[in-house]
């Protein structure tokens, strides 16, 4: 206890894939001094540099499986469809009573892709801090990214309480406010929440892309605040996003039907010159963005 | 010549319409000492009560008939449906000379409107301050608004150059950028950067209000980086988006046909597991992204 009277939650935590989540997260480890050792993975050479560089862990390692060993907890930092290789790596690997948890925005996937290969033994507590900028890599990250941020864990039926308990305090510490709730509840939410609107910045980003040249140019030197903060969100990092629409193709999809049956009613209402029918839909719209001020989430 | 070397550009402004364009505009007029005199006038008498109290003109009235006497130059700051009310109102009332504009988002609508009832003698300079906030009324205004934005004029041809001067250089003090473009091409511009960022925002929200109780709470509580975005977006004006869907009906239209091609593409590709095609977009969107930030938009 030479820390003080609170000791830190975890002896050593392994963070494997050191992005924007991971590299902030030993950021934030570091601070709060929430572990007594941080052991960094990173498959790139060149962000193990920055880490290094950064000093960013106690030691820094390029493969899962070395990384693991004597660690307390595991956290998966890796875009969502390394999930199952990396667990595959590590699953022979992990000291005995080791938590294993995961930072990916879709959670049905992760729990089925940790499970598969760390198998039903291992104590698996998948998470989802919900935060991020659109900058990605080691040297992206800062402490204070978590601040205020929401937390979901979604422990499988079984997981020790105790598991559970350790992981909610670690991102408590963080600064997050941390939730439990169902995985397949989760991703639900998350995908009209987050992965349509990322699939419509997208997609609006990509039409502007192949108009007539003249157009564009103007496009992209009028750009006014309604497109701007689309191009914002279209801006995240393409490989993660490519993953989450992949992993939460179901939920995403049926987002995206009811999405459409809004959008008809009221393309029909412009067509008609229905102007009753928008500033209903508009101004029932305000009222929903007023609750989520409220909720103190802007 | 009482205020220094620079003479004011206009002896007697009258802006009919007092929200968040109008009554930045006072206040940038007045910051800038661009006129002598600032006569407002608002239809409300909330409004009206309002501008007395923050003494934003020297001049408050209820009748745009009244408001338009002696002006040199008439700016209309109503919502885009009220141009031809408030144009048919004003229209014997002009002093000979006095130059109209106006602010709406729509500009062959504007034109249609303006000429409909000033006729062909009338010296039109339509105009779009592109700038803007979720607040609207006199007293959400401030005279930064338009410090660094674009603003597009749309003169119909056969405009006295000496008018389009006087207001190109009205917004350039204000600290705007100024354009002159063709009117349709205006909207067809505006219609994918603003109108259909703003109709998909809106409806998405809406959306969102049709959801299962449950389900909606938490995504009001869960609201992520995206969402947020969105929700922003849908907070503006339902009366002034309902008069610009109505007004800009088929730029709007067309642009939401290129954009469901696109959507579809990428929905088969989520379907289909096809991770390729989704990179390959994200790619592209994210460099857009960067062409819009390098143009200094952001």
């Known amino acids: 206890m030479k820390r003080g009277k609170v000791p830190p939650l975890f002896d050593r935590i392994a963070i494997i894939g050191f992005g924007l989540i991971g590299s902030s997260l030993a950021r934030a480890v570091r601070k709060e001094k929430l572990a007594r050792r941080i052991v960094a993975c990173d498959a790139s050479a060149a962000a193990r540099a920055v880490i290094k560089k950064l000093r960013l862990a ?9 990384a693991v060993a004597g660690a307390d907890l595991v956290v998966l930092a890796v875009p969502q469809s390394a999930n199952a290789a990396v667990a595959k790596a590590i699953a022979r690997h992990l000291a005995p009573g080791a938590i294993v948890t995961d930072v990916g925005s879709v959670k049905e996937a992760a ?81 009209i929440t987050s992965h349509v609107p990322h699939l419509i910045a997208y997609t ?22 309604g497109f701007r903060d689309f191009t914002r969100v279209a801006a995240s990092d393409p490989v993660m996003w490519r993953d989450i629409f992949l992993a939460n193709k179901e939920a995403v999809l049926e987002m995206m039907a009811r999405l459409y049956e809004d959008i008809a009613l009221l393309q029909k209402a412009i067509r008609n010159g229905d102007g009753k029918t928008l500033h209903r839909v508009f101004t029932r719209s305000r009222r929903i963005r007023r609750s989520i001020v409220q909720a103190k989430q802007d």
Do not use: Q, Y
């Open 58 to 66: 106690d030691r820094v390692v390029s493969g899962a499986a070395e």
């Open 111 to 191: 729990l089925r892709d940790l499970t598969a290969h760390l198998g039903p033994a291992a104590i698996l507590v998948p998470g989802h801090p919900i935060a991020g900028t659109e900058n990605s890599g080691p040297a992206s990250g800062f402490a204070e990214l978590f601040a205020g941020r929401w937390c979901v864990l979604t422990p499988p039926p079984g997981t020790p309480a105790s598991a559970v308990a350790k992981v909610r305090e670690l991102w408590r510490r963080c600064g997050m406010r941390v939730e439990t709730m169902d995985a397949a509840h989760h991703d639900r939410v998350l995908a």
């Open 204 to 225: 609006i980003v990509d039409t502007v892309a192949e108009l007539e040249a003249h157009l564009k140019a103007e496009v992209i030197k009028f750009a006014a605040s």
